[in-house]
């Protein structure tokens, strides 16, 4: 999809849940001053979504089929660029962290990147969520497996996530994006933090949402283990379960924090 049509998502859920069409206006939210009497009063926080999809996994020990949680996000991508960030996350030592940890110690420092956060209710539901469906297997079960930690955007699939091809090889600003990615942790809140998966939608789905006050995460299949010199995939048997899995504890996660 990407975070150009993550973009054309948010802005649809944003006019579906607050314009109101019988008013041609806008639905007044909560708190504020003047509501017209008789509309619909809207609250931001009512929105909640879960971004379930697949990553590839710079982090060298994570397990394959294995549910990358997104904690906090490095925007390699340009569209939330175009919006301007809340104070409250210009001032958040864990995002100035991230910022601070990928210019420096990667070539990521060439590019304008940006750093935002999935919403912590949603996070912490997703991992309530994956050990309540770890606690209820039978007897003999696979436990489905789980990894919290930082997510990359890409607005690409080959250069923007350090794929070369052919002659394109030298022409990549970044070539070692991957490498470069398994080796940096953030020193954040919730303690260290490693980069645990790569794709093209999470950073999108979590700043716009920050913007409209609405609650948002991500929970990705790994399917490719990116790290070191030989690359690993699932099988598609693997893969599908997985996605099964994080869908039943993605609606599971909705449910209760919502």
């Not at 390699?76 to 104070?87: G, I, Q, R």
């Not at 607005?155 to 022409?171: K, M």
Request: proline fraction near 4%; aromatic fraction near 6%; charge should be negative.
């Amino acid at each position: 999809m990407g975070t150009d049509n993550v973009e054309i998502v948010i802005n649809e859920i944003h006019l579906l849940k607050e314009y109101d069409f019988e008013r041609c206006s806008w639905r007044p939210r909560v708190g504020d001053a003047d509501v017209p009497p008789g509309a619909k009063v809207f609250d931001p926080s009512s929105v909640k979504m879960i971004r379930v999809g697949t990553c590839g996994s710079p982090f060298p020990d994570m397990p394959l089929a294995a549910l990358a949680i997104t904690r906090h996000v490095i925007g390699m991508d340009n569209t939330c660029l175009y919006y301007k960030v809340k104070e409250q996350m210009q001032k958040s030592k864990d995002l100035q962290e991230v910022q601070r940890v990928v210019k420096e110690q990667t070539s990521l420092g060439a590019i304008d990147v940006y750093a935002t956060k999935a919403h912590p209710a949603i996070t912490n539901g997703i991992v309530a969520a994956c050990k309540a469906f770890n606690d209820n297997l039978p007897a003999g079960a696979t436990e489905q497996l789980y990894v919290v930690g930082a997510t990359a955007t890409a607005s690409g699939f080959y250069a923007c996530q350090g794929r070369a091809v052919g002659r394109f090889r030298e022409h990549l600003l970044v070539p070692k994006l991957v490498e470069e990615l398994s080796k940096v942790q953030f020193d954040v809140s919730e303690g260290k933090e490693i980069v645990a998966n790569i794709e093209m939608e999470t950073s999108a789905v979590c700043f716009l949402s920050h913007l409209l006050g609405y609650q948002a995460g991500s929970m990705c299949v790994v399917v490719a283990k990116r790290a070191g010199a030989e690359h690993l995939f699932t099988t598609s048997e693997q893969s599908g379960q997985a996605l099964k899995n994080a869908i039943q504890i993605a609606l599971e996660a909705i449910v209760a924090v919502g």
